[in-house]
């Protein structure tokens, strides 16, 4: 454990990992065992986009730990910010965020932010400039509720997840898969899944249609495979997801049906548990049959959002 | 008392009613007498539709007895959700309220919620689908914060307003009428308020114009009379509130403005106190010489939703 | 000290001023010192308007005193009020300020509560007509979080603000100043720095455009100055705030980018601190390398916004 790290952006070491896994499935047997450690301590939840289970899961975790948090939906509640340093607002942007991260950051011990990506500034986005900001300027410890290019609490609650699922003493076999959608999907969630699930050690094979290249800073150390029926055989968990092009950035190239996953799909893969990190389009990337049977993991990946925002909270409070 | 009720849907037995009126006027002379009962527990309230006293009453009543009431509003801060099982996703809605039920029920202890009726989709709205789909999918219990058909809250706070007021032995009169509106309103305040009404035991006169008819499933066992000078001679309750039409379901049929409930309308109720759930649209429903009048029970109404949803929450609790 | 004092809405005395000073400081230093006054007690903080720092930093002023806090975002969540006494409800408003005012003074012991001013109907606006109709029919005591015409929490902050910096036995020349803007800005922030400003004592010049003289209610006793340069000598303090036309009422008469406050404006101030309430304009109200610079004081007012509310409350808990 490196005991200077400061933030929650993204996957660090496979020991921190490790650390914040066990401490995720503790407090998921006793939830209130740290109910005293934040007691007196402020979260606040900021939210540049909509948000369910990472609002409510990041509410209970710091009510777990004794923390008073207060969710902004800056999407609706504030105003639009400006991100750009130098800009001369003279437009629609009504504060700046270097002011804005500095007062927020002054009313909270912790700020949880969520910031999508534009999907139209390519630059902006694979430097997670909006995100960046508000570490540039807040001056406190921030944790990522999803930024343009990484989902870590989404991760981390994945992780969780085959941790408890898989008990044998071999390594799993893990795919992440394309899906088709009808909208342009960020690629946050793919990347960070990549990006745990190889630094955790796991074997890792992607597919995808062609021209859905994830960028190689995530899919390193990766299998890239565009067969998904050959990619699929003999997979322990299979993680659907959706995500626009980062080659051709933010478009749709295919919304081929053939790619949702169903039984059919899974015909070779007999043990396969299918995971997603949900809202989910039924019928679109993935069967009712599929989310309704027994491979179906997205519940307890959504229960586990708790117990990693709860690991993670806990973790930079001490540090 | 049924030991087994899960739920806070609709009127279920006099009994039942009766212990929840006298719980109710406990905790209104002592709010905080049973602080320690909800401790640790959590009660998600889900709004897909506006509210103002039921978010906010609803919210005391849990704090009141220690829970943390957390609020969603997904008609705003969440997204649209799909309600039809075996639906192909590919059009507005976001999420299937077969997933998001399911998360939300392993969030919270309790959920309470309101989903308002189409008024375009009569079959559906007369079987309470959407909230039936929250029921049949969250796996908790679940009080109704008002569903396409029903407003049990806020019966049951009509209920204990009346018991405050009425200390004669004699059966109160009771009169629902209905009165003029611009919009196109649902029946759910109004059929609960039969419901409840005639469930304990009281004579329901109901008037309104030809064609306004309610649903026969919560009238039955009350006069309909068309004439409303007829109906609230020698009243003691006048109950006032709009609806569209059942039988041409969701039109506006009337806007007679003789409807409207003014001193004038009462000329041979002496006694009568009048009732409406707010938000009431003054000089068109009802006249300001009324609401700021010695026969205005609105406001105590209003009070009477903490202690409606205390006594609730504090049942639900015990089952 | 007037010890009956009910609400907080304005600037009352030196004697009082001073003392919320005073009680701001001391909660500066140690925010729950006070932590079980409010336990029990409930404010509702109700927005008819947009607010970021408003909102947060009154919920953490409650929080510190232990009470319950309950965000209500009237202008998103509720519905439309209806302000005009004996209005027809017939058009787009579903609610009376009468009923929904009394309804929340019967849920809160304290209720706070922003009312922007339409700047398109004077005559209302310089009553503080919607202000004055929560204050009116709510029954309970009333925080103003910014109404038409002032916005005292905001002022009481800017006061502790100065009073920490300005250690000289000297009086402080303090100057107001008008910055260009791209939108019709209300009046209040200006009106209340100038009412607290000189109602504590202190020497207050305002400079402006021609066209821009603030209402003279709020005013007199200040030094009025058209030229800008001419009123920024020797300045110790100097608050820069965009305004409409208060003659032309509501109207952008000037966007003159050289009333843009920057170091060049300073050059004859060296000791001159820069104040804003924000959010603030940058490059359009303040240059960047003020509001990154030493000069400036915004952050420190934005974190007094804390302190200044938990004083108020906390002297209207002792009311």
Not at 143 to 166: G, N, V, Y
Not at 223 to 241: G, H, M, P, S, W
Request: net charge neutral; with cysteine.
């Amino acid at each position: 454990m490196n005991s200077k790290l400061k933030h929650f952006t993204r996957f660090e070491s496979k020991e921190l990992g490790e650390q914040l896994i066990h401490s995720a499935l503790e407090y998921k047997l006793d939830p209130k065992k740290d109910h005293q450690k934040g007691a007196g301590k402020r979260i606040g939840c900021i939210f540049l986009n909509p948000s369910l289970r990472t609002r409510v899961s990041t509410q209970l975790a710091a009510l777990n730990l004794g923390m008073e948090p207060i969710v902004l939906n800056m999407d609706k509640e504030g105003w639009a910010l400006e991100m750009r340093d130098g800009a001369v607002m003279n437009k629609g942007t009504v504060e700046h965020i270097k002011d804005a991260a500095a007062v927020l950051g002054s009313y909270f011990d912790l700020l949880a932010i969520r910031a999508f990506p534009t999907l139209t500034h390519r630059d902006e986005d694979i430097n997670d400039f909006a995100f960046g900001q508000f570490l540039k300027y807040s001056g406190k410890p921030i944790i990522s509720l999803e930024s343009a290019i990484r989902h870590p609490l989404q991760s981390l609650a994945d992780q969780i997840t085959m941790k408890e699922i898989f008990a044998e003493k071999r390594k799993p076999k893990v795919v992440l898969t394309w899906a088709p959608h009808i909208k342009a999907i960020p690629h946050a969630v793919a990347n960070s899944f990549a990006e745990w699930t190889l630094g955790m050690g796991h074997e890792l094979t992607i597919t995808h249609p062609e021209g859905y290249e994830l960028d190689q800073r995530f899919t390193k150390g990766a299998t890239i495979e565009t067969n998904q029926a050959k990619a699929l055989e003999e997979a322990d968990f299979v993680y659907v997801k959706n995500w626009s092009s980062f080659n051709d950035y933010g478009k749709i190239l295919s919304t081929d049906p053939s790619w949702m996953l169903t039984e059919d799909s899974l015909s070779h893969a007999p043990k396969a548990k299918v995971m997603h990190c949900l809202p989910v389009r039924r019928n679109v990337e993935l069967s009712d049959e599929i989310l309704d049977g027994n491979r179906s993991l997205v519940q307890t990946q959504a229960q586990n959002r708790i117990f990693a925002a709860q690991s993670v909270i806990s973790y930079l409070l001490d540090s």
